[in-house]
């Protein structure tokens, strides 16, 4: 299985983009994410989501290139956070404890709803 990673920059800020992933994220294919996340940070972008609803497979390399990337977005002050509707995925997110640490939103509509 392959790996696609597209970037949606159709959003309402200009400092925000959808990082939409499908297929398996794993050791061998993690470094495509890392990259697109590194290109959109290094484009000024301080808001990213990376939609893992597309995903099929997540290792621990995944889980570190995401939290990487949370670490350099918060560094330039902004954030990563991830949009999962697929409850494999999540029950990996809620094991590891990384639901503390990532804003997890069920759909884009959600993500992208003014804050209240």
Do not use: H, W
């Amino acid at each position: 299985m392959t790996l696609k990673v597209e970037a949606d920059r159709d959003v309402p800020s200009p400092d925000t983009v959808i990082i939409r992933v499908e297929g398996e994220v794993d050791v061998y294919t993690s470094p495509r994410l890392k990259q697109e996340i590194m290109d959109e940070l290094a484009a000024g972008r301080t808001r990213l989501i990376v939609d893992l609803n597309a995903v099929e497979y997540l290792d621990s390399t995944a889980l570190g290139v995401l939290i990487g990337g949370l670490k350099r977005a918060r560094e330039r002050g902004g954030d990563l956070q991830l949009i999962c509707d697929n409850v494999r995925i999540l029950r990996i997110f809620e094991i590891t404890g990384l639901t503390r640490i990532f804003q997890i939103y069920r759909s884009r509509s959600e993500a992208l709803a003014p804050a209240t």
